[in-house]
Every structure is written in C-alpha cells, then in structure tokens.
C-alpha cells in the first residue's frame, strides 16, 4: 500500500488550480484529470514512467534519502487508524487482511487532507489565474504571484511555502513564450 506523499512531508504543488477535465492517454486506456498532464500523466505508464525514469536519472546517481523515521511514521499512522477512530469515523474492521474498511478510511483522510491544502493554498492566492479565479481579486499579479505554492500537512495542520517559477527550458530545442493573461 503507498503511503501518501503528504506523511512523509512531500508538498502538494498548486492545489488552488485543481479542475477536472477529462483527458485520455492514447494507446493506454486511461482517463485522467488534465491537471496530471505531463510528469503526471506519464507515471500511468510503465514503459513511459522507465523511459522519463531514465532521462532524468543517471545509473549509480544518489537521491535524496527519506527521513530516517519514516517508515515508523507510516506504521505509526496505520495502526492509529486501524485502532483508533479518525474524527468521527470507527473502523470497525481492524484486522490486517483484506480490509475494506482500512482502505476506505485511508481515502477518505486522502481526500479531507487534499481538501484543507486546496483550500488553504487557494486562500492564500490573491489573485485570479487560470482555474483559479477570485471574486475579491479579479486580476492577475505576476509580480507577487508568479511562483508555485508548496502545501505541507504536519501535526494536523497546513502550512503552505512557495518556490520559483522558471522562466526558461534547459536547453535551446524549445523556443520559451513568456507568460501572458488567458482572454476569452
């Protein structure tokens, strides 16, 4: 079972852009969500995921190490849900072996903490951009907004840092636009 990203305190990127169009991958059969495009996108894939694995990873290259506590962390939070309750949630199934009611519980803490960093990423954002848009600030405002919003869930709480936008592409192969408002 994977653990999600949000419990080893990987950030969720740009949730306050969250949409759902439709979008299928041809030749793969799946249909996915257009804001999992790209890097997203080819991880459905496993010939595709090998090949992106491949270009950007080097064979001997070392990565970055997961926190030396995060394997306790992860059992630490299944057996909290699997022998306490979540909120207002009981399981009542708590044993180790096909249990639904685990897995249930799991996706619904996915969801309301998916939830809580959408809506405070969106929030935060004084702007309005792409499938963000805010009554109470109607503009775009690159100046104090061009950046990408980082959303942590830790000690039940969300805290939201932020990291630059890179204005080129790594190599000349690409011609770089820069960006400009969408107009309809």
Same mark, same amino acid.
Request: hydrophobic share 35%; net charge negative.
């Given at each position: 079972m994977a653990t999600p990203s949000f419990h080893v305190l990987v950030? *969720?990127?740009?949730? &306050?852009?969250? *949409?759902?169009?439709p979008l299928g991958i041809y030749g793969a059969g799946? $249909?996915?969500?257009?804001? !999992? /495009?790209? +890097?997203?996108?080819? $991880? =459905?894939?496993? &010939?595709?995921?090998?090949? /992106?694995?491949?270009?950007?990873h080097k064979p001997g290259e070392k990565q970055k190490p997961l926190e030396n506590?995060?394997?306790?962390?992860?059992?630490?939070?299944?057996?909290?849900l699997r022998q306490e309750?979540?909120?207002?949630?009981?399981? *009542?199934? /708590?044993? @180790?072996?096909?249990?639904?009611?685990?897995? &249930?519980?799991?996706e619904l803490e996915n969801l309301l903490i998916n939830a809580?960093?959408?809506?405070?990423?969106?929030?935060? =954002?004084? +702007? !309005? =951009?792409?499938?963000h848009a805010r009554k109470d600030f109607t503009t775009r405002d690159d100046v104090n907004w061009m950046k990408y919003t980082l959303g942590y869930w830790e000690?039940?709480?969300v805290r @939201?840092?932020?990291r630059p936008v890179h204005m080129n592409t790594l190599d000349d192969e690409i011609?770089?636009?820069?960006?400009?408002a969408r107009v309809y």
């Open positions: 950030p *969720q990127q740009d949730c &306050e852009f969250m *949409q759902f169009h799946y $249909l996915i969500t257009e804001g !999992s /495009r790209g +890097e997203g996108g080819i $991880l =459905r894939n496993n &010939e595709a995921c090998a090949n /992106r694995v491949a270009q950007i506590d995060v394997g306790e962390m992860t059992i630490a939070w299944l057996d909290k309750s979540f909120h207002d949630v009981k399981l *009542q199934d /708590r044993s @180790l072996i096909w249990n639904s009611d685990l897995i &249930e519980t799991l809580c960093i959408t809506m405070h990423s969106a929030e935060a =954002r004084k +702007e !309005s =951009r792409g499938a000690n039940e709480k @939201l840092d932020y011609q770089t636009f820069p960006p400009k």
